[in-house]
């Protein structure tokens, strides 16, 4: 059983892959094309900044590349990426995988702190509320829930930092770590994750509620199946249906959801980063559109795009070895 389900795996695995190049072309292209569409560069956006002469403009322009055509730019840019080269900064003046590397791992932390909360807090609150449809703490979670979805992430964000951070000076009000504290080991990670509490909290929460009325959802539906009447029929303790039936069927859509939501959640990050000055991949972005850093822009876009696609990859895996009807179908295919 192990090794038909390693095999599934990979043949889903395999079937991804080739579809996810065709896809990461179809970003790269598409991406290049809508900001060459959009008026100005990043000349415009240094000599708005810092002035200059037209002699100063054509220099800037030649040492970038913006003096040749579009479609020169566009071949020159595919050819680097077969060999990994994102190219140079404009505004930081440096190589752009270097710079993405910098920030990756912030990102990675903020989504991957924020799933774990959403995802985990989400479905045991799912499970809470389902395990007795139509009760009154059924409804108050229903409702909550559609309430803390309906919030906008930022506003979240900003009333966090006017509580925590403001009033009770709980919390640092943003950054990743304190400035200056050389700190090391233990002390500099726990000062990390007193500085993540704010940022992660207002991105998880709302996709908690996502996940709570998702598993909340599928519980219901999951009690009218005939496999919940024959436990009841075989005298199971009702926490054991919950835990060893119910819940476990509601699960596999959350599992699905988890990929799709990681897009989401990379864009919401790029609020929350904002927000609370996180530097990740989010705040670069913003940077990269203040500064009209056409190429910088476009390797965040194009890292965002593979995080996506890999963490959907994970999603598909994890799902062939949950159902293996999924992994016999793609196998099959």
Do not use: C
């Not at 002469?53 to 800037?60: C, F, K, S, V, W």
């Not at 730019?73 to 752009?96: C, E, K, M, N």
């Not at 822009?297 to 598909?316: E, H, M, P, R, T």
Request: glycine share 10%; net charge positive; proline share 3%.
């Amino acid at each position: 059983m192990k090794i038909r389900g390693k095999t599934r795996a990979l043949a889903l695995l395999r079937r991804r892959l080739v579809g996810s190049t065709f896809v990461l072309l179809i970003v790269v292209i598409g991406t290049f094309l809508l900001l060459e569409a959009a008026p100005g560069d990043a000349v415009d956006a240094y000599i708005v900044s810092t002035g200059g002469d037209a002699g100063m403009i054509e220099l800037l322009r030649h040492r970038w590349g913006l003096d040749q055509s579009e479609l020169t730019r566009l071949a020159t840019y595919l050819w680097a990426l077969l060999h990994l080269d994102l190219g140079q900064s404009v505004t930081f003046s440096r190589p752009i995988r270097d710079i993405i590397l910098e920030r990756l791992p912030t990102t990675l932390i903020l989504m991957g702190s924020a799933t774990a909360l959403s995802f985990g807090l989400g479905s045991a609150l799912g499970i809470y509320a389902g395990a007795r449809p139509g009760s009154f703490r059924d409804r108050f979670l229903s409702i909550g829930s559609l309430a803390l979805y309906a919030v906008p992430g930022f506003w979240l964000g900003l009333v966090l930092i006017v509580i925590f951070a403001v009033d009770l000076r709980w919390l640092p009000i943003g950054g990743i770590e304190s400035l200056a504290s050389d700190k090391t080991g233990l002390a500099r990670a726990a000062d990390i994750a007193v500085h993540l509490v704010l940022p992660v909290s207002a991105l998880g929460f709302i996709y908690l509620a996502l996940y709570l009325r998702m598993m909340r959802a599928g519980m219901a539906e999951a009690w009218r199946q005939d496999f919940v009447l024959a436990a009841r029929s075989r005298g199971l303790s009702r926490r054991r249906i919950v835990l060893a039936h119910v819940a476990r069927n509601a699960l596999l859509p959350l599992v699905t959801m988890l990929g799709l939501q990681s897009a989401q959640m990379l864009g919401g990050s790029v609020v929350i980063e904002s927000v609370f000055a996180v530097p990740g991949l989010g705040r670069l972005a913003h940077e990269a559109v203040a500064a009209r850093d056409t190429p910088l822009l476009l390797g965040i876009i194009l890292s965002s795009a593979v995080l996506v696609i890999v963490i959907n990859l994970l999603v598909d895996v994890a799902y062939a070895f949950l159902d293996p009807r999924v992994g016999a179908s793609e196998a099959g295919a």
